[in-house]
């Protein structure tokens, strides 16, 4: 087994940061050390096979992100990342675990939409990796088969209040399930928006011509983000079963969050990167030769981006302070303009949702310590500490500690990142590279501090520097256990 000394650097986690040297012993983390210091006379440098030097550089946990949809069926066509593409450009962002969403939808049995995603992850993914599941089909059948979840490692399960006829639950359906989990411990997953109204909102706009995707996010008003979430909430409780609300993006449905959460509910929330950065001001202003105000649809995805003179942003950020909302996971779902996003030409209700933004979380969050808006210790609590307690990997993920899976990032703060794809629209070079499968950027121009310097996925170096070291296969099945965040 190779035993590898990280030295010179700044570990951190969510309670604090200091100098130290990690000792990793095959895939686990053996000792947290003093700088230089020696284990039982000796001297731990000169006696390991390999030596990190992490001088002037963060030492944190590998990132977890708890929201993909690597090739989800969506829209006619899917998302453009398999767990391949998807989980390499992950770990070039210093993101070592994801959890993503295997999919029943109606009429399928659950343990079959369970199985075709172990069959498409399987050998193929660059780090370890976990599944939610979708129950697109609340019926008896899948209520039943939902129990057996926990035991495949499968803690978690989500449900759709929006898009009618695809993944939708109405509310007795969503009650029925709250206690099933309420029943096994599970944790239920919120997309909170009212999709029936929407829909009805959307068709009005189509038939008075305004089909451009600024629309999209007319139409999902955070009226119905807000009532949905209240919803929940409410089921939640009637059931007494925790609630996790997905993608939030309204500061109302924050307030929704914050006030079940001051009763001492269970209630907890996530945000992603493009609702803490991005704006539907940005999207009405999108244009370009090549796609003129289709550009917009770039960054259509649901919950739409809100509006900047609301304040929308500015609450997501305050919430990440105040634990109002505990994570920021991505939602990441990339669909390239060509061939998808294009199907909604014309009417914005038939482009693809989604944004591809796997590789770039922690750089992105890692902003917010550059701007003050977050410290350095939340930083990774938000983004590793807190997905791995949340949904059942404390211990093992999330923390620099004795006994962990060596999932490390080496982060220089004084480094940059370039965000951005590799060519523009003429062909010619950008300068910067992306490692997702879509040819475009939601986040290009994006000219970021700090840069992900060596990652390691228990204990063997994956990336180093922009190189990729690993190996399609390297990832692991992660058998979840319960929810370790619950009051
Ligand atoms: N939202 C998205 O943007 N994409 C996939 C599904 C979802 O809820
Ligand atoms: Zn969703
Ligand atoms: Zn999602």
Sequence with gaps: MTTTLITGGTVVGATGRAPADVLIDGETIRAVLEPGSSLLGTDVAASV???????????????????????????????????????RAAAHGGTTSIIDFSVQTYGQRVQDGLAAWHEKAAGNCAIDYGFHQIVGGVDEDSLAAMRALPDEGV????????????????????????????????????????????????????????????????????????????????????????????????????????????????????????????????QLGASSDEWGAFEGAKWVCSTPLRARADGHQHAMWQALRTNDLQMVSTDHCPFCMKGQKDLGLGDFRKIPNGIGSIEHRMDLMYQGVVTGEITLERWVELTSTTPARMFGLHGRKGVIQPGADADIVVYDPNGHTSIGVGLDSSGNPTGRAHHMNMDYSAWEGYEIDGHVDTVLSRGRVIVDGDEYLGAKGDGRFLKRGLSQYLL
């Design 49 to 87: 096979d390999r030596v990190i030097d992490a001088s002037g550089k963060y030492v944190i946990p590998g990132g977890i992100d708890a929201h993909t949809h690597m090739e989800l069926p969506f829209g006619g066509t899917a998302a453009s990342d398999t767990f391949e593409t998807g989980t």
């Design 155 to 282: 803690s978690s399960f989500k449900l759709f209040m929006a898009y009618p006829g695809v993944f939708y639950s109405d509310d007795a359906q969503i009650l029925k399930a709250m206690q099933v989990a309420r029943d096994t411990g599970m944790l239920t997953m919120m997309h909170a928006e009212n999709g029936p109204a929407i829909d009805v909102l959307a068709q009005q706009l189509v038939d008075q011509g305004k089909t451009d995707p600024y629309y999209h996010g007319i139409a999902r008003a955070w009226e119905m983000e807000e009532e949905a979430t209240h919803r929940a909430i409410m089921l939640a409780k009637v059931t007494d079963a925790p609630l996790y609300v997905v993608h939030v993006s309204a500061k109302q449905a924050v307030e929704q969050l914050a006030t079940a959460r001051d009763k001492g509910w269970n209630v907890f929330g996530e945000t992603c990167p493009q609702y803490l950065y991005l704006s539907l001001e940005d």
